[in-house]
C-alpha cells in the first residue's frame, strides 16, 4: 500500500505534568532531535519511525498534563506503541471506572478517536463478533485521577485486537506487575512504552477482524512493554516480550527481556531521549531480581 499523507493532529491537548521533559543534549546520536517541539524529548518516548504515514498522537488534560502518547501507523490503521508516565501525580484514584453506566456512554466507553480522519482510524463495528477482545495499551486501570484522563484510554488508538485468554491472562499479569511498582517506594517515575508488533512479519494471520467490515486491521503476533524507572536520580529498564496466544501463566521472568534485547525483535529503539552513556548502561541489563521478581 502506498504511503497517505496523515494530517498531524494532537487530541485535548492541554498543560505538562510535573515531569519535566529531557531535552536531548548533541551527544544523544539518536535523540528525537529531528522534531522541533521539546515534547518529544520526553523519556518515555521511543525514536520515532521516519515516513508519513507515522503520526504522533498526544492526549491530555488540564488538570493533569500529558495523559499519553501514541504513534499511528495511518496506513494499517493501527498503533505502533503507546508511552506514558506513572508517577505521584498521576496516580491518585479520583474516578470510578464503574460511574461509566451512568454517564452518555451507558457503560461503555470504547470509541473511536473521531480527530482521526475515518480513512486512518478503525471503528467500534470493527470488532464486533470479531472474536478478540479491545485489548488496552494504556490500561484503563492506570488512569483513575480523572474522568477525562481515563476515557481518553479508550479511545480506539489506545487497543489492540487481543485474544482473551490472553487478556485477562498474562497481559493482566503484567499489568498489575506494572502497578506494584507504581508505588513512592519503588520509583519517582515509571516511563512505559508498551505495543504490540503490527509489521508483517510478525502478524496473526488472517488480519481481518470479522466479515462485516470493511477493513483490515492488523492483529499482533507479540506484544511487548519496556519500563524505564528513575528513582533518586538513578534509572534502571526491564522489557516484557510475549506471545500472542491463550496464556495464564502468572510466573513474568520467562518473558523478561533487557531493553537491547527488545529493541531487536521489535525494531523500536526505545528510551532514546536517555544520554547516551546512561542508556546504554541500563538497556543492556536484565534483572529481575532488582525489580522483585522471582
Known amino acids: 500500500m502506498a504511503a497517505v499523507a496523515c494530517p498531524l493532529l494532537f487530541a485535548s491537548c492541554g498543560g505538562d505534568d510535573d515531569e519535566p521533559a529531557y531535552v536531548p543534549e548533541s551527544a544523544n546520536v539518536n535523540a528525537n532531535t529531528t522534531v522541533s517541539d521539546a515534547i518529544y524529548g520526553r523519556l518515555e518516548l521511543p525514536r520515532l519511525a521516519d515516513g508519513q504515514q507515522y503520526k504522533v498522537l498526544t492526549y491530555s488534560t488540564a488538570d493533569y498534563g500529558v495523559n499519553m502518547m501514541i504513534e499511528w501507523d495511518c496506513n494499517k490503521k493501527a498503533q505502533r506503541w503507546t508511552a506514558y508516565q506513572m508517577h505521584r501525580d498521576n496516580s491518585a484514584t479520583n474516578w470510578n471506572r464503574n460511574s461509566w453506566k451512568d454517564t452518555e456512554w451507558g457503560g461503555d466507553p470504547f470509541q473511536p478517536d473521531r480527530q482521526l480522519p475515518a480513512e486512518y482510524r478503525s471503528e467500534l463495528e470493527d470488532y464486533i463478533g470479531s472474536g478478540f477482545n479491545r485489548g488496552h495499551i494504556c490500561p484503563s486501570a492506570d488512569r483513575l485521577c480523572s474522568k477525562e484522563m481515563n476515557g481518553q484510554t479508550y479511545y480506539l488508538t489506545n487497543i489492540q485486537p487481543q485474544i482473551y485468554d490472553f487478556n485477562a491472562g ?33 502478524l ?66 526505545f528510551f532514546c531521549n536517555l544520554p547516551d552513556n546512561v542508556e546504554t548502561a541500563v538497556e543492556s541489563l536484565v534483572s529481575p531480581s532488582s525489580w522483585g521478581l522471582k
Open 170 to 202: 498474562v497481559w493482566l499479569t503484567m499489568e498489575t506487575q506494572v502497578r506494584k511498582w507504581n508505588v513512592e517506594s519503588f520509583r519517582d517515575t515509571l516511563f512505559v512504552c508498551k505495543g504490540g508488533t503490527i509489521d508483517d512479519a510478525n
Open 204 to 269: 496473526v494471520s488472517p488480519t481481518k477482524l470479522n466479515s462485516n467490515s470493511t477493513m483490515t486491521l492488523p492483529v499482533p503476533k507479540y506484544f511487548f512493554m519496556a519500563i524505564l524507572c528513575k528513582k533518586d536520580g538513578k534509572y534502571k529498564a526491564i522489557a516484557f516480550w510475549a506471545e500472542h496466544k491463550a496464556d495464564k501463566s502468572t510466573n513474568l521472568i520467562p518473558y523478561t527481556k533487557s531493553v537491547d534485547e527488545l529493541e531487536e525483535l521489535t525494531g523500536i529503539d
